[in-house]
């Protein structure tokens, strides 16, 4: 049995309990349990406050977690970072009152900076040869400057909304994060077995996210081009139809060229198109 740590509530619990669910483990949060068994893979999930994510992987309570690089950063225990999620996305960055002037991080020198990463920012103060004054507040860390309990911030950014809403502007961005599944790094050979089947269905669900199964009507004489065209994981597969001349072409294309891949191939002549979404791909 393998534990795995996620966040309870917040903005990382949908997505983690999501990507188990998409490869197929029967992970079951509706009872807001602290612990829950998945039903169908010997996995055991732990619901805890973001915060304590790292800490209970570095002490070996929960094998496995999933969070947002910038806690693990900022707890700096010995976890290793297993993979990188792809959500989650957003960045630690200093920020300053809009209608400063600001010519790099000299800025900073003397000033007194409110964050909630103390640890993070500290280090990058001292590898910038910086003396700041550390302000650790655990919210609202964006009305400081206009509390006056601070002169800038150091903070999580994603659209950089609330920034503007603050009269502030970012003006150094020293993390870039996402969730990320994070391991102690010292398993029993049955619990690397059950990451090691994770990690095989993460790798294929990933590969399959943003691709479609497409397949057409096309003349035979179209092949060639078509083919250019269709450059598919080996090669696009093709079956004659019951009609002369014509066969039937399938591959898979990436989201993104979708529409153009279409347009070009309706243009040599393809017909009866079909898109339809790609459940999983196992390379
Ligand atoms: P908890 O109650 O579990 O301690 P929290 O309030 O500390 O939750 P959340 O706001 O739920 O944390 O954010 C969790 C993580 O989501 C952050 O640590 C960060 O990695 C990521 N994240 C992504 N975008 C944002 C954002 N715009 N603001 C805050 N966090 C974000
Ligand atoms: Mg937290």
Redesign the pocket.
């Known amino acids: 049995m393998l534990r795995i740590a996620v ?7 949908e997505e983690s309990t999501a990507l188990l669910r998409e490869i197929g483990i029967d992970v079951d949060d509706s009872k807001r349990k602290y612990i829950s068994k998945a039903s169908n893979f010997p996995v055991e999930m732990l619901y ?5 994510i790292p800490g209970v992987v570095a002490n070996g309570s929960a094998d496995l977690g999933i ?5 693990v950063m900022e707890k700096g225990y010995d976890v290793e970072i297993v993979e990188k999620l792809g959500f ?3 960045r630690l960055s200093l920020a300053i009152p809009k209608a400063d002037e600001y010519e790099g991080v000299s800025y900073f020198d003397g000033k007194k900076i409110a964050t ?1 990463y103390p640890a993070i920012l500290n280090k990058f103060l001292k590898e910038n040869n910086i003396k700041a004054t550390i302000e650790v507040i655990t ?1 609202s860390v964006e009305i400081a400057p206009a509390a006056r309990i601070a002169d800038a911030i150091f903070d ?4 950089g909304s ?1 920034l503007i809403a603050n009269n502030l502007k970012e003006v150094e961005i020293v993390l870039d ?3 990320v599944l994070i391991g102690s790094g010292n398993l029993s050979p049955e619990n690397q077995e059950i990451l090691n089947e994770i990690m095989f269905r993460m790798e294929s669900a990933r590969i399959s996210r943003g691709k479609k199964y497409m397949l057409m009507n096309i003349p035979e004489d179209a092949i060639d081009k078509a083919i250019e065209i269709l450059p598919a994981m080996r090669s696009p597969t093709i079956m004659p139809l019951a009609a002369k001349g014509w066969c039937s072409l399938h591959s898979v294309v990436d989201n993104d060229s979708l529409w153009s891949k279409v347009h070009q191939l309706k243009a040599i002549g393809a017909e009866g198109i079909l898109i339809l979404n790609v459940e999983k791909i196992i390379l």
């Open positions: 966040q309870s509530k917040g903005r990382l619990n805890l406050r973001d915060d304590d969070v947002g690089l910038n806690e989650g996305g957003c909630s919210g999580i950014v994603s659209s609330t994060s996402e969730a």
